[in-house]
């Protein structure tokens, strides 16, 4: 029997121990997609206990708590027992806080108990392992224990957000951001710290869901901030391009869209124009209006990233905030979301068919949350050149899910071109995931080796292996 979370965790051949430790385990990481908040990057306070560490914004937890039946005062941590949101100042004195925060944590210990089979439990133990030193399982018996132990040390100046960044290797990430964002944060970070490089991600998402009650607002923010009165669509989405200038003026190179269901059907500029017009005053789309105008901003905003030499990100497949209790008590990503289930595979292929016919140069990276789909996305990415099936997403980041997302690419396009993993973390605790992926990676190839499915040659599938782990997506993306 294996010890938990040895060296050779997951690694179950000697080829795949080789791979991991001597090519890919200290590979530096570029995460191309996460939700760190810039502004608490740049102010680099220290995080707290590790309730807060661990808790305040990983909303994987909070899910896993729920499932296990924790009261919502124990988890976000801004609830009050009978439900209803505390104030801002209600958490009282230093010690009313650590007895709080001490029984959040022990809530998430008891809950981690369950967590046999899920990837929770692997991440947790690798985040106490990677930052704290922590080798032996957590347990309700030496919980108070590892408390005071991690505590102690998140009280160091190398435990503050940077110092977790840089304990990791991270060289650079990517960020989430709006574009009517000012890249205040950015800016600043980019003056202050050299370490690495913390670049904005152009995510336009208000600007395209025309349903939402916000976008009228939206759209005359947008028009504010350019400083120009717009007059049609094409008004609009060159405004948009005009702040993908600014991103790219403040280091951005990737663009990133969050598609949730019908997203293209056929149409042409003056019906879509109308369409928009309709929607900025107010008024409710149809399903096709919505479908129409979605594909049609998606393609032009395609073309625009191709020529200023984004990477367009499409994340496919989210039902977001299924529970409307929830949703009102606490908000957005809270953990209340799902697998969407439809069929855009045509959809899909008609707008990356409109905008790589245009701009053969074009960079995609397709994700999709509902593993049913990974066939689809997969062959469908390998129809066009610079477009990548990407990484195992929420749902699917997990043994099982990266292990098939691996197997899929491989025999659909050269798995050495492959631009590896990333987070889609709110979380400074959550970069061991690239580990967990790079051992997956490592042990799927030397499986294959060792079965004699393929040769070994050490330092080429060890250059494979650096390659996947940073030097692609480095390159991809355009990183120097």
């Not at 008891?110 to 347990?139: A, D, M």
């Not at 993993?421 to 400074?428: A, G, I, N, Q, V």
């Not at 051992?439 to 292996?465: K, M, S």
Request: net charge negative; aromatic share 12%; with cysteine.
């Amino acid at each position: 029997m294996n010890s938990f979370l040895d060296e050779n965790f997951i690694l179950q051949s000697e080829t795949a121990q080789t791979l991991y430790h001597k090519y890919a385990e200290n590979e530096p990481i570029f995460d191309f997609h996460n939700h760190l908040p810039p502004q608490e990057i740049f102010e680099n306070n220290p995080l707290g206990n590790l309730a807060n560490a661990w808790l305040d914004h990983d909303h994987y937890k909070w899910r896993a708590m729920r499932a296990a039946g924790v009261a919502e005062f124990l988890i976000t941590g801004h609830i009050r027992k009978d439900g209803t949101v505390k104030s801002e100042n209600e958490r009282g004195g230093a010690a009313a806080v650590e007895k709080a925060d001490f029984e959040r944590y022990m809530a998430f210990v008891n809950t981690l108990q369950l967590c046999v089979g899920n990837p929770l439990y692997h991440w947790s133990h690798l985040e106490l392992k990677r930052y704290f030193g922590i080798t032996e399982p957590v347990t309700p018996q030496n919980a108070r224990e590892i408390w005071e132990k991690c505590n102690a040390l998140l009280a160091k100046s190398e435990y503050t957000p940077r110092g977790l960044l840089e304990k990791m290797g991270v060289r650079e990430l990517c960020t989430t951001d709006d574009p009517l964002d000012s890249l205040e944060w950015h800016k600043k970070i980019a003056a202050d710290w050299k370490n690495a490089k913390v670049l904005p991600s152009f995510r336009p998402d208000l600007a395209i869901n025309a349903e939402s009650p916000s976008f009228s607002d939206y759209i005359s923010k947008l028009q504010e901030i350019d400083g120009t009165k717009f007059k049609s669509l094409a008004d609009m989405i060159a405004a948009l391009g005009r702040r993908m200038d600014y991103f790219k003026q403040n280091g951005s190179v990737v663009s990133d869209h969050s598609l949730e269901n019908d997203f293209y059907l056929p149409s042409n500029y003056d019906d879509v124009n109308y369409i928009f017009e309709k929607a900025w005053i107010g008024k409710k789309l149809s399903h096709d209006e919505l479908a129409k105008y979605k594909g049609f901003v998606l393609i032009e905003l395609g073309k625009l990233y191709a020529q200023k030499g984004f990477v367009m990100q499409i994340h496919i497949g989210a039902l977001r905030d299924n529970n409307a209790a929830m949703f009102e008590l606490a908000g957005k990503n809270i953990g209340e979301d799902s697998l969407q289930d439809f069929n855009f595979a045509p959809q899909l292929g008609a707008v990356l068919n409109a905008i790589y016919s245009s701009q053969p140069n074009a960079k995609t990276i397709l994700y999709n949350l509902n593993p049913k789909d990974n066939e689809a996305l997969a062959t469908m990415a390998a129809n066009f050149r610079n477009c990548q099936f990407g990484p195992a997403w929420w749902f699917n980041d997990h043994k099982d899910g990266i292990e098939e997302q691996i197997r899929v690419y491989s025999r659909t396009a050269p798995l050495g071109s492959y631009v590896g993993m990333l987070t889609d973390s709110r979380s400074f605790l959550s970069y061991p995931r690239h580990e967990y992926f790079r051992r997956i990676l490592c042990n799927f190839i030397g499986g294959l080796v060792e079965n004699g499915e393929f040769p070994y040659h050490e330092q080429q599938l060890g250059t494979l292996v650096k390659n996947i782990c940073y030097q692609n997506s480095a390159a991809f993306f355009g990183i120097k």
